[in-house]
Structures are given as C-alpha cells and as structure tokens.
C-alpha cells in the first residue's frame, strides 16, 4: 500500500514544481492580456490557472499574492459582481491552502 502514497513522492514534487512554474507563467500572461484589453485571451488564460490551482502547487512567499491577484482581475473583468464575495473559485480554495 505504500506504493500509492503521494507524500513523498518524487513525481508529485516535480509535479507541485512545474505547476508554480505554470502558475508564474500564465499569471504573467493573464496580466499582459488584461492590460492590453484582451478580455478574451485574459478568460482563456485565467480558465487554464483554475485547472492548474487544483492540483499541487509548490508553496512558495508570493503564491498567496499572486492568487490574490488573478481574483482580482476576474473580479473586475467580470466587472457586474465587484462587491460580491466569491467562495467557490479554484481561486479562493487555493487561498486557503497556501495560508
């Protein structure tokens, strides 16, 4: 049974290591297509972090800033909800798990 435990697992390592390399990546492109107004492309972008944000993430000091950040910017895009608290984002579940 010890062959299936994920704890200490070098590929689920490597895995939490690459998505906070995707996660840099593509929050780097979601800003540069929110500031040059490509809401769509921004969308398309935010769409592909929520998938990464479920599975594990490296932890690292601006994870939880970066997250923050994205939520944000949905909020603002999606622009009809901006004093509306959203609970069921893979954004704010990924909060909770980088605190």
């Known amino acids: 049974m010890a062959s299936k435990e994920t704890i200490n697992n070098p590929r689920t ?3 939490s290591v690459v998505n906070r390399w995707l996660v840099d990546y593509y929050l780097s492109l979601a800003i540069e297509f929110f500031k040059n107004e490509q809401y769509s492309d921004f969308c398309a972008v ?7 944000l479920v599975r594990p993430v490296e932890h690292s000091d601006t994870m939880q800033t970066k997250i923050v950040v994205l939520h944000f910017l949905s909020m603002i895009n999606q622009g009809d909800r901006l004093g ?3 609970y069921n984002t893979a954004f704010t579940v990924s909060l909770y798990v980088f605190k």
């Open 46 to 52: 935010r769409d592909v972090l929520q998938h990464v």
């Open 13 to 15: 390592h490597v895995e």
């Open 84 to 86: 509306e608290h959203v």
